[in-house]
C-alpha cells in the first residue's frame, strides 16, 4: 500500500513537472496588427543599395565559425588545433591564401610559384571539401 502511494505521487509529480515544463513553452502571436502602409512601401534607394550588399557578402562570422568546424573535423590530426602553430605532421597554415587553400586541399598541389613549408608531400587531396574553401578561408584570415 505504501509503495503504491509513493508511485501515485511520483507519477503525480512527473505529469506536474511536465504541465509546467510545457506551460513554459511560447507559442507565435497570432494577435499581432499587420503593417502599416508606412512600414510595406518600399526603401529609398540608399537602403536597398545596403540590404544588396549585405546580402551578397558572406557573413564573416558564420563563415569562420563554419571554417573552424571543418578544421576541427578535417585538419587537426596532422595540424596543430591552433592554426598559427605547426602541427605533428603538417606547418602553421593560418594566413594561406584562397588559392593556395583550393589547390593544396581539392588538389594536392601548389600554386605556381609557391614555396612549401615542409617537403613531406604527406597530405591526400580532399576534394570533398571543396564547397568549405571559403569557410576554412575565412577561419584561418581573421
Known sequence: MFTLRLLSQAFLAFFL????????????????????TAQTQES????????????????QAGSAK??????????????????????SVGPAISDSSKELL???VTQGTYPAGYQPKRTTKLMPPLPNLK????FLHAFLNP
Open 102 to 104: 583550393t589547390l593544396k
Open 131 to 134: 564547397a568549405g574553401i571559403p
Open 66 to 87: 563554419k571554417g573552424k568546424f571543418l578544421y576541427f573535423a578535417n585538419c587537426i590530426a596532422c595540424h596543430n588545433t591552433d592554426p598559427t602553430k605547426a602541427g
Open 17 to 36: 513537472a511536465l504541465v509546467l515544463v510545457f506551460s513554459g513553452c511560447e507559442t507565435q502571436d497570432k494577435t499581432r496588427e499587420p503593417a502599416t
Open 44 to 59: 529609398s534607394p540608399a537602403t536597398q543599395a545596403t540590404e544588396q550588399t549585405t546580402a551578397t557578402q558572406p557573413d
